[in-house]
C-alpha cells in the first residue's frame, strides 16, 4: 500500500469519525471500495499502529494516525485556499485539485503557503484548517434544515465533495460567512424558503442538510 493510499485513508476515517462512529461499510461506502479491499485496508492500517478497532468494532484512529491525518488534511485545506485565493480556480474545482497537492507538499512548501497566505483559519468551503500542533479550533454548527421558520444563521461550511453542488451555491451566494434566514418550511419535511440579502430561493431538504450554520451575531 503506498503512502499516498495510506494518507487518503487516514483522512478519510478522520473526516467520517466527525460525524460519528466508524464501520468497516461505511467507510467502504465513502471511499468506493469494495469489502474485501477495504478490510485489507484496515488491517494494514492496524499493522502500521494507525488504527485500531474496539469491541464494538468500529474504526478508530490511534493518536498517531490522527496526527497524520491531520497533517494531511492541513496541506489539503491550504492548498485549496492557495488555488482559490492567489490562482483563481473556482471553489468547485479547488477541492479535486487539493487532492492531488496534499499528498508531494514538503513541509517547507506548506510554511510557505500558510506565510503566503497569511495564516488562514479555513478552507474556501469553510472547513477549519488544522494548525502545526494539529489543534483544531471549531465553533458550534448545525445543518441549515435543522433551522426553523424565522430563525436566520451564518453558514459555517458547506459539504466540498460535489462540484456540481458547489458550483450551483455559489450561483446564489451560499457560501462561508453569508447570513441565511429561513423564512418559511414546506410542510411534510418539505423545502426551506430562504432569504440571502434581497433574493430568496427554495432549498431542498438533502441541499439543506449538507450547509452547516452557525449563531448569527
Known amino acids: ?23 468497516q461499510a461505511r ?5 468506493g471500495l469494495s469489502q474485501t479491499a477495504a478490510a485489507a ?11 485500531e478497532r474496539d469491541e464494538a468494532a468500529y474504526i478508530n484512529l490511534t493518536k498517531r494516525g490522527t496526527k497524520a491525518a491531520l497533517e494531511t488534511i492541513r496541506k489539503h485545506r491550504l492548498s485549496e485556499r492557495f488555488l482559490t485565493d492567489i ?8 477541492h479535486e485539485e487539493a487532492c492531488k497537492l496534499e499528498h508531494v507538499i514538503s513541509p517547507e512548501v506548506e510554511d510557505g503557503l500558510d506565510r503566503l497566505l497569511n495564516n488562514p483559519k479555513s478552507c474556501p468551503h469553510g472547513h477549519p484548517i488544522p494548525d502545526k500542533q494539529g489543534v483544531v479550533t471549531t465553533l458550534p454548527t448545525r445543518p441549515l434544515s435543522d433551522l426553523g421558520a424565522d430563525e436566520k444563521g451564518v453558514i459555517a461550511r458547506v459539504s466540498e465533495d460535489d462540484p456540481e453542488m458547489l458550483k450551483y451555491l455559489a450561483t446564489l451566494g451560499l457560501m462561508p460567512d453569508v447570513e441565511i434566514v429561513v423564512e418559511e418550511i414546506g410542510p411534510f419535511n418539505g423545502p426551506l424558503l430562504v432569504q440571502i440579502g434581497a433574493a430568496r430561493y427554495a432549498l431542498g431538504r438533502d441541499l439543506a442538510e449538507r450547509i452547516m450554520v452557525k449563531e448569527s451575531a
Open 1 to 23: 500500500m503506498s503512502s499516498q493510499a495510506v494518507e487518503e485513508y487516514l483522512e478519510a476515517l478522520y473526516k467520517l469519525s466527525e460525524s460519528g462512529p466508524v464501520r
Open 27 to 31: 467507510l467502504a461506502e465513502h471511499l
Open 41 to 51: 485496508m484496515v488491517k494494514k492500517l492496524i499493522s502500521l499502529q494507525l488504527a
Open 87 to 94: 490562482l483563481g480556480l473556482p471553489w468547485e474545482k479547488a
